[in-house]
């Protein structure tokens, strides 16, 4: 009798974790391979903060001149393996939008790196829009940045309207800016 | 051309050991049915070759770097022209590839080492069910290179004149050379007790004692895991500079889990040993060990968490998991299947007693592993679900973390002291009279020079408790080996002397963490030069900055001197090779009583630096300094040293055992048993 | 070998000492109240800096942490409560400057899997107590090489 109520025992036992160890295998095989995911930004719904300064050129920039444009926001750094995973998609992203009338602008701001290091990153993985930088990361401070890369997508009305952390491709990007820009097309 | 060379050496590699495993499997699938085993085709014969082939890959990777071959991709992204020999050695392990190459260099000399140990045996069923499971396990990791984690891959293009050197972090402080190496052979070790384990399962012998023979091989890996992860903290500590040794980072709780289970199963081991008890609960517990750095490995190379330590590249993931989820199903079928017939047929006698506690420490360190894998897989689970990122952090751990300790700190006092089957209170309390006054008076004495804090000062209470008590058991070992006549030395060596010293070292390493934690102080001074600024109860003087310029960096120095004796540099340097920042480097005055910290913030605008940030406001030749002083933070250091000797000590031979007397005497004199 | 008898007068007054010298440590008899600095600083130490994977604004030198400590210096000036503080800051970085998970949810896994672990481990103990004492006999278990070590000065030799 023990001997069997012991065996019942052990055998739920097996079962219960085996069941908790399935979940947790299912779990990690569904996050393997980080892609970027939306994020709560507060800023969403939110006009987008003031954001000027020196590109990485020289040149000056200032978000607001943008106003009537959808802007891609892309945080990054010279230092960071997923930005570097991206570049290519932005750089073709980024293309894309520029033949279209009415596209998408990109905008790069350099995250917690120095100035030098990310211009080699631009210069090598050929990034043709521009970059603003941002010593101190003032810039990053309104925007609320936590780690690179992080991209925001502000309307034709300068309104945020969508905000992702992690790597993101061109398919995804021409997905979610699509609504924005025909709108801005048709409004 | 050592690319070819070195991918040679990988599958010679993987085909003996995968052959190795086939072979033997059959010839134990044989033997166990009754038949005999192959004797032409002796699977074992492939083990020294597995070794062959990984010491092939290994010289072949160690000559490609120190050679600065870049034909070899790995060697280009890891390795500079610049880089200094010690660099270009521990290139090997800086990255993901060259990292599984360690780890099957170590798994393939364990298995020869078993194998060795156990040629005596080597026709014996659990033994050959052993090698074959160890081999399969060799054989997944070479398997890894022949595949997805090639650390031989050709350089794509044309091959550069120069590589992008190893990581900053990873080339700029020795330790590189010790951490990484001795935690795989902590991690790696745990796969003998997992083998034996299921070999015991498979075969349904536990009841002769198996386990508690390979208590030597967990105690061995245990010991340099322990190291390690202390090791692993103080490397950290130098060069992250933040102050801190332990951020509860995946990466390092990864390393962390195995740990805690290893520490239950060397606990509970020994309760196997003396009572034959918790039979089933040990073979779970080497399984889910093993399991755990199997996890950690997936956890740390996939790139599902976000980690600064984590390698990125997320080849590894499937396979890891898939192996991972393998060993796990496969173990618990085993344990359904088999573990009914395999347990003990008593149980504890009684609560209160030296079973009880350890049963107890089981559990608490179990519990506490659950806890650290939740903690570390919540994010992913949230994500998963709400689709946003949250962070766990110290607090959360430490939350958990700190009643714990108080309760092992306890634990770990009293168990010394409790008897076998029926502790009695009284006698616990006779003997426990003299540490527990130790415990109050060093509190006193702590509350009178002005200690204040009820959770530091119960931890200090309870590390003089635990630490008199250790000292206890010790002193009355050594009175009874010098009663024998031998030197009272012996008594420090087996089980019960390492132990005790082990306990010290823990006792120690937790007094510097209450310290340190508790009772730092951080700020950040303006230094002007030549003035001297009072803070903290030191005296910091700005003496001027340096540089210094070698081949591979360019280091940014600010010469401080501190209580108008030594002088220390804080600095930042900037490597050549890779488009990184510049990396801090921490300057440490280290003290038997305390660390000063120093970080170099910032210097004025207009300071000539070419690396350290530049603060505007901060007047040309002033520096911004950050100090963080940390009372006791090298007991840290001294405590996983301890820790590490008490293990080692532990790992020699028992005294023969005489014939144990069944006297009930307790004349102090004579020794019953040995 | 040690005395079996100990005197509970010893351990009484073992015990009143311990519970003065903690009380006076813990400062139960001295009360300063939290200065604006010391309120500022638990708050750094709760709060993430933003641009890390777990560091707190405390531990970070970075210049997002430097922001955050700012505001809040500021707004324990100001004479905000802490969870206001948190609050506004949690507008302003979102979940980015918290070090635990926003309260509720999922997140109350978190606690109820430790606290859940606990009372099992209470109850195992309580149970355990409670069984009756198995009758001494000899186990089938072998002999041999058990442990000398543990009990090498003959303390248990009358179990």
Not at chain 2, 30 to 49: E, N, T, W, Y
Not at chain 2, 294 to 317: K, Y
Not at chain 2, 584 to 605: E, K, N
Request: hydrophobic letters at 50%.
């Amino acid at each position: 009798m023990r001997q069997r109520r012991s065996s019942r025992v052990i055998a739920w036992t097996a079962a219960g974790i085996l069941a908790l160890v399935v979940a947790l295998i299912v779990l990690l095989a569904v996050r393997t391979g980080s892609t970027g995911t939306t994020f709560e930004s507060p800023l969403v719904g939110h006009a987008a903060p003031a954001t000027s300064g020196a590109t990485l050129t020289g040149a000056h920039f200032d978000l607001s001149s943008e106003r009537g444009h959808v802007v891609v926001v892309n945080f990054f750094a010279s230092w960071c393996g997923p930005c570097q995973e991206e570049q290519t998609q932005l750089n073709a992203f980024a293309y894309d939008q520029s033949q279209k009338t009415n596209g998408a602008t990109m905008l790069g701001v350099v995250f917690n790196d120095r100035n030098q290091a990310a211009l080699t990153f631009a210069q090598n993985q050929g990034v043709t829009y521009p970059l603003l930088t941002d010593e101190g990361g003032q810039i990053a401070a309104t925007w609320g940045v936590a780690s690179p890369p992080t991209t925001y997508v502000v309307d034709a009305t300068g309104t945020v309207v969508k905000a992702f952390v992690g790597p993101l491709t061109a398919k995804v990007l021409d997905q979610v800016v699509a609504p924005y820009t025909e709108a801005n097309s048709n409004g | 051309m050592l690319g070819h060379v070195g991918t040679a050496g990988i599958w010679l590699s993987f085909i003996s050991a995968s052959l190795g495993a086939l072979l033997i499997g059959i010839d134990a699938v044989r033997q166990q049915r009754g038949g005999s085993p192959f004797r032409a085709l002796d699977g074992r014969l492939l083990i020294p070759v597995t070794v062959l082939g990984a010491v092939v890959a290994t010289v072949a990777m160690e000559w490609a770097l120190i050679t600065h071959d870049f034909a070899i991709a790995y060697v280009a992204a890891n390795n500079a022209s610049v880089t200094p020999l010690i660099y270009s050695i521990t290139g090997m392990w800086s990255a993901l590839q060259g990292s599984i190459l360690l780890w099957g260099l170590v798994l393939s000399f364990l298995v020869v080492a078993v194998f060795f140990r156990y040629r005596s045996q080597a026709d014996d069923l659990l033994v050959r069910w052993a090698l074959a499971i160890m081999l399969g396990v060799e054989a997944f990791f070479f398997g890894l290179m022949a595949g997805p984690a090639n650390p031989f891959v050709a350089t794509v293009g044309p091959i550069p004149a120069t590589g992008a050197g190893p990581n900053a972090l990873l080339q700029d402080n020795p330790l590189v050379a010790i951490h990484p190496p001795l935690l795989y052979v902590g991690m790696v070790g745990f796969t003998v007790p997992f083998a034996f384990s299921i070999a015991m399962l498979i075969t349904g012998r536990v009841q002769e004692g198996w386990q508690v023979d390979t208590r030597r091989w967990a105690l061995f890996a245990w010991t340099a895991l322990s190291v390690g992860i202390v090791l692993g903290a103080w490397w950290s500590y130098q060069v992250l500079g933040w102050g801190g040794f332990w951020g509860w980072d995946p990466v390092e709780n990864a390393a962390l889990m195995p740990w805690l289970v290893g520490t239950a199963y060397v606990h509970s081991i020994v309760v196997e040993e003396r009572r034959g008890l918790l039979r089933v609960w040990n073979l779970s517990l080497a399984i889910a060990a093993f399991a755990l750095t199997i996890l950690g490995t997936f956890l740390t190379r996939s790139g599902v968490v976000a980690s600064v330590h984590a390698f990125s590249g997320n080849s590894l993931g499937p396979a890891l998991l898939t192996f991972f989820g393998v060993i796990v199903v496969g173990s618990l079928l085993l344990i359904a299947w088999r573990g009914d017939q395999l347990r003990s047929r008593v149980g504890l006698d009684a609560a209160f007693s030296r079973e009880g506690a350890f049963v107890l420490n089981n559990l608490l360190f179990v519990a506490f592993a659950v806890v650290v894998l939740l903690g570390t897989l919540f994010p992913l689970l949230y994500e998963s679900l709400h689709g946003t990122t949250v962070t766990v952090g110290a607090p959360y751990f430490n939350a958990i973390a700190i009643p714990l300790g108080i309760g092992l700190l306890f634990l770990m006092a009293i168990a010394p002291v409790l008897s076998w089957r029926h502790a009695s209170g009284k006698v616990m309390a006779a003997r426990l009279e003299i540490p527990a006054w130790a415990a109050t008076l060093t509190i006193v004495f702590l509350v009178a020079f002005g200690v204040r804090g009820l959770l530091p000062l119960l931890g200090f209470g309870l590390g003089a408790f635990a630490a008199a008590s250790a000292l206890r058991t010790l002193f009355l070992d050594v009175r009874a080996e010098r009663t024998r006549g031998a030197s009272g030395l012996r008594a420090l060596l087996g089980r019960s002397g390492g132990g005790m010293i082990v306990h010290l070292g823990v006792v120690v390493l937790a007094v510097g963490i209450v310290a340190s934690t508790s009772y730092a102080l951080r700020g950040e001074i303006i230094l002007p030069k030549g003035q001297v600024i009072d803070f903290a109860g030191h005296r910091f003087e700005f003496l001027g900055m340096e540089t210094v310029r070698t081949p591979v960096e360019t280091q940014t120095l600010a010469r401080i001197a501190i209580d108008g004796s030594s002088v220390f540099r804080p600095g930042v340097s900037q490597f050549v090779g890779r488009a990184t920042q510049p990396v801090g480097t921490p300057a440490i005055d280290s003290g038997a009583f305390g660390d000063v910290y120093l970080t170099l913030d910032g210097v004025g605008s207009n300071s000539a630096s070419s690396t350290a940030t530049s603060i505007s406001g901060l007047s040309a030749g002033s520096v911004a300094v950050g100090v963080i002083v940390e009372p006791l933070l090298p007991w840290l250091w001294a405590g996983g040293l301890i820790m590490g000797v008490g293990g080692l000590l532990s790992l020699s031979p028992e005294r023969r055992r005489r014939q144990q007397q069944a006297a009930a005497s307790t004349v102090p004199t004579e020794v019953v048993s040995a | 070998m040690a005395r079996a008898t100990t005197h509970p007068l010893r351990w009484i007054l073992l015990f009143v000492i311990l519970v003065v010298a903690l009380s006076i440590g813990a400062g139960v008899f001295s009360s300063t109240p939290q200065t604006n600095a010391q309120r500022a600083a638990a708050l750094d130490a709760r709060l993430k800096a933003p641009d890390s994977n777990g560091l707190s604004v405390a531990e970070s030198n970075s210049a997002a942490a430097a922001a955050v400590r700012q505001q809040v210096r500021t707004e324990v000036n100001q004479g905000r409560n802490d969870s206001e503080i948190v609050a506004s800051l949690e507008a302003r970085y979102g979940n980015a400057v918290l070090l635990t998970p926003p309260a509720g949810g999922l997140t109350v896994l978190l606690w109820a899997v430790p606290l859940g672990l606990l009372i099992l481990i209470a109850l195992a103990i309580v149970i355990t107590a409670r069984k009756r004492r198995l009758p001494a006999v000899a186990s089938p278990q072998r002999p041999s090489a058990s442990d000398p070590a543990s009990d090498p000065n003959g303390e248990d030799a009358h179990v």
